[in-house]
C-alpha cells in the first residue's frame, strides 16, 4: 500500500511526545533504542486484542521484521513520554482506499503494560484527532476487540462514535469525521 498521509509529522500533549519514527529507523543508534523498548512493550498481553497481522513472528529477528512490516504499510509513530527518551508506546496510522470520496484513515496503538490505567491513551488519541490538520472528507476508523472495553472507552472519550454499520459480532468498529478546513 502506497503510504501517502501527511497531515501531521508530531505533536505532544500534556504528558507526551508522538513523533514519526523514519529517523530512528534510520539511524543505526536510534534504532537500537527502539527495538529494545518494543522488547519491553510487544508482550503477548499488550498484543493479545490486536489483529493476528500485528503479532511478533517468531525467532531473533522477530522485532526487526516486526518493524519492517509497520514501516511498509503504515505511518508509524513513536509515543515518549515528555521530558524523557522513554518509549512507552506506538501509534500507527495507515490510509485505505477511498470510498465514494472520502478518505479513510485507520487507527491504531499500544501502549506497554507499564503505561496501562493512567490516561495515556486518551491523551494520545485526543491529541491526534486535535492536532491532524485533515482534508475535507476525512474519517478515522479505529476496530476494538469487544473483550476490549478500555480501548472503546479511549475512542469514545477523543470523540468517535461506534458504528454498528461497519461493527462485527467480534470488534467494534468506531468512526471520527474529521472537521472540515
Keep these: ?88 508506546g506506538l501509534l500507527i496510522m495507515v490510509e485505505l482506499p477511498a470510498e465514494k470520496d472520502v478518505r479513510t484513515l485507520h487507527l491504531g496503538y499500544l501502549l506497554g503494560e507499564s503505561a496501562w490505567g493512567k490516561g495515556f491513551a486518551t491523551e494520545l488519541v485526543s491529541g491526534l484527532v486535535s492536532s491532524a490538520r485533515f482534508e475535507d472528507n476525512t474519517q478515522i476508523i479505529g476496530g476494538v476487540d469487544k473483550n476490549n472495553g478500555a480501548s472503546a472507552r479511549v475512542l469514545l472519550k477523543a470523540g468517535f462514535k461506534r458504528s454498528a454499520a461497519l461493527s462485527t459480532p467480534e470488534t467494534d468498529q468506531f468512526v471520527y469525521i474529521a472537521p472540515s478546513s
Design 1 to 88: 500500500m502506497q503510504k501517502k498521509w501527511e497531515a501531521l509529522k508530531e505533536f505532544s500533549s500534556a504528558r507526551l511526545e508522538v513523533f514519526r519514527w523514519e529517523d530512528l529507523l534510520e539511524s543505526g543508534e536510534a534504532r537500537k533504542p527502539l527495538e529494545d523498548a518494543l522488547t519491553t512493550i510487544l508482550t503477548p498481553a499488550v498484543l493479545a486484542h490486536l489483529p493476528p497481522s500485528l503479532h511478533l513472528g517468531a525467532g531473533k529477528n522477530a522485532i526487526d521484521a516486526w518493524i519492517s512490516a509497520r514501516a511498509a504499510e503504515s505511518h508509524v509513530f513513536v509515543v515518549q513520554l515528555r521530558g524523557s527518551s522513554e518509549i512507552i
